[in-house]
């Protein structure tokens, strides 16, 4: 399986986990390192809560295939969350690398 079509079943998943769920934004062209070659990947930002007492957050995912290992890079904050925060999240995502 590869990286692309891992993220693609995680975020499946996903969808029908968490309750409200509302995707944000999609690459489908993110590249990941994985063994020091660049794999296509997903970066998806999304959120959701997985109950109706539990504050929704928003999350920011990469996923990534090496051999029979799968990884997925998660950073999550609440929507009150500020810039600094929110800009932290998604550059600790893309910088994953697996090698």
Do not use: C
């Amino acid at each position: 399986m590869s990286s692309y079509e891992f993220g693609r079943s995680e975020i499946n998943e996903t969808k029908n986990k968490l309750l409200n769920y509302k995707e944000i934004s999609r690459d489908e062209e993110f590249n990941v390192v994985v063994g020091g070659q660049m794999q296509k990947s997903i970066l998806i930002m999304f959120e959701g809560k997985r109950s109706e007492t539990e504050p929704t957050i928003r999350i920011v995912q990469v996923y990534a295939v090496n051999g029979t290992d799968a990884y997925t890079a998660t950073a999550a904050y609440l929507l009150e969350a500020d810039d600094s925060t929110v800009e932290n999240a998604k550059n600790i995502v893309k910088s994953f690398k697996i090698l």
